[in-house]
């Protein structure tokens, strides 16, 4: 059994997702903590709950969902799961971050490269790698048959979509993605995004002005 904790984090208002089971392992999704004290309110949880973080993973590699990469790093010994394509936009984070008055050390360790079909085992769990881009060029989803959900980054949001003005962004290739990918998941599959309240499949079928 997953449970699935969100913290929301950084001036971005990003949402990290910390998803742990029965037996304490915890895999840490888009850690967006930025400020110290959000580290600790991320290491709190986790040493509150005696969790074993196991895994480290990125929806897409854009800096407000990366600024804790590192940070995850060094304090668990994790290295990074993304998709090939997030490569380039994870080496332009820091940039990003200088642009934006964020400046941030962004993560230098081994990277491992996730594909459609994949398989992210949690003991007896497992989330299912949905290739999803259009948001960024590598975006992938996480989905949990067992438990029905899906943790998307920003393909998807209450009544809305990720933008598609940032580089590698593509409008119609969203729209592709979030409808050949997510909206042929069953209509009661919750969905985690990065920024926001969670919704629903049915929900966005019905009142998404965007699609």
Known sequence: M?????????????NTYIIYNENRKAIIIDPGCYFKN??????????????????LLNTHCHLDHV??????HTTYQLELFIHANEKPVLAFAPISGTQWGLSFENYDGTLHF??????????DDELEILFTPGHSPGSISFYCKKQNF??????LFYESIGRTDLPGGNHETLLK???????????????????????TIE?????????
Not at 2 to 14: A, S, Y
Not at 38 to 55: D, R, Y
């Open 38 to 55: 959000e580290q600790e309110v991320l290491k709190s949880f986790i040493e509150e709950n005696k969790l074993i973080p196991v895994k």
């Open 177 to 199: 993605s979030i409808r050949e990918k997510l909206f042929v998941l069953p209509n009661n599959t919750i969905i985690y995004n990065g920024h926001g309240p969670s919704t």
């Open 114 to 123: 996730l594909e459609e079909g994949n398989k992210i085992l949690l003991d």
């Open 2 to 14: 997953i449970n699935v904790k969100v913290f929301t984090f950084n001036p971005v208002q990003e």
């Open 203 to 211: 929900h966005e079928k019905k009142f998404n002005p965007f699609l």
């Open 150 to 155: 899906a943790i998307v980054g920003d393909v």
């Open 67 to 72: 600024f804790g990469n590192k940070w995850i």
